[in-house]
């Protein structure tokens, strides 16, 4: 009676670091088999805990110009001093067969995934409070007092830009947190713009027959 849009949904998840946004993003990974996360370009070193091809696909500047001129990207910005872009191909491959994808990208680029897919599914992860994202940011222990002052000045810059965003989920408990962004996925795929044809037999035979019928 209904034909639904068969395209998968485009879930842009942006949060300020030490909201939390890679464990959830793992939780949603490992329990919804129809979720991808896009492996996105940088052209920023290698991390100890990078996976390249995992994390990142690792370019060096001017392979990334390259592919900007190529019009490789479905959206790119120059974040602290490195590139980071989202491959156009893949995701949009993905998209048709149906496979819901997760862009975890930064606040300009969500924007600009906003201004391309009206429909992308835009989610803002807080961190429960003030005083909970500096303990998590000093939790990390690496880095210095300057270091983590600086990421939480970024944080907190970022965290006003959250009425851009569809959605804002708080990451107070990772489990509660993970189901939210389960339900605001599932919610989505309800909504009326989704649907691409109501067909509804409107022969008066066909409805009698349906009335009359002792099988129904
Ligand atoms: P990191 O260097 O810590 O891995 O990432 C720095 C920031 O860049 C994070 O906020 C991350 O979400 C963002 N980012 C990673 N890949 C992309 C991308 O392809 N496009 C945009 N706009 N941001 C990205």
Redesign the pocket.
């Known amino acids: 009676m209904i034909k639904e849009k068969k395209e998968g949904s485009l879930i842009v998840i942006?949060a300020p670091?030490g909201a939390g946004k890679g464990t959830i993003i793992s939780e949603l990974l490992k329990r919804n088999k129809n979720l991808w996360l896009s492996v996105?370009?940088?052209s920023?070193e290698v991390r100890s805990n990078d996976i390249p091809g995992l994390?990142?696909d690792f370019v060096t500047k001017e392979d990334f110009e390259k592919k900007i001129k190529e019009d490789y990207f479905l959206?790119?910005?120059n974040?602290?001093g490195?590139y980071?872009?989202?491959p156009k191909d893949k995701i949009m491959e993905k998209l048709k067969e149906g496979i819901d994808i997760i862009?975890?990208?930064?606040i300009?680029?969500?924007k600009?995934i906003r201004d391309k897919f009206s429909d992308a599914i835009c989610i803002f992860i807080m961190p429960p409070s003030i005083k909970e994202l500096v303990h998590r940011l000093k939790k990390r222990g690496t880095d210095s007092k300057e270091a983590i002052m600086a990421r939480f000045q970024k944080a907190y810059q970022e965290i006003n830009e959250v009425t851009k965003y569809n959605y804002v989920v708080v990451n107070d408990e990772v489990e509660v947190a993970t189901k939210k962004i389960e339900a605001i996925i599932l919610a989505e795929k309800c909504r009326v713009d989704r649907i691409e044809e109501v067909a509804l037999d409107t022969k008066e035979e066909a409805i009698h027959e349906l009335l009359m019928s002792e099988d129904i």
């Open positions: 942006s670091s996105l370009t940088t920023r994390t990142y959206e790119y910005t974040y602290a490195n980071y872009g989202t862009l975890e990208i930064e300009e680029g969500a600009n």
